[in-house]
């Protein structure tokens, strides 16, 4: 068995003292021993690319993967495919990310991949609501998550 990993998950409860329990082995509503005791990731950014490519790499290896993402007709495809649960996200979204993280119990993996790069303009000529758009999108999500 590999050894574990730091966890960078906040939903839910997780924080640095359920980090720290986490890491001894505790797992609230999943006993040990049981069918209940599989892994958890979540996956953000999974309605395609890199995000369904790691929630179908994660799923094969035994994990249970919730998948989020705005795209929530990819997202039942791919939940369908792998065994996982879809959940709408919108990172860009206080209320949606907070929705979003009410709705999981346990998170055992975080992949972050929700984002993007906006315009082909270059960094002195792209436009302040593109630069405003992809820090909203991929440094204020982190955050939230």
Known sequence: MPPRAVVACSCGEMGRV???RWRRGYRPGRA???VVNKRIAV???ASSGIGAASARALAAQG???IV???RLDRLEDLAAEIGGTARVLDVT???SVEAFCAQIDACDLLVNNAGGALGIASIAEASDADWLRMFEMNVMSTLRL
Do not use: F, L, S
């Open 63 to 65: 994990w249970h993967v």
């Open 93 to 95: 979204d206080a209320a």
């Open 68 to 70: 989020g993402a705005r």
């Open 18 to 20: 359920a980090v720290a």
């Open 43 to 45: 996956v953000t950014g």
């Open 32 to 34: 040990k021993g049981t």
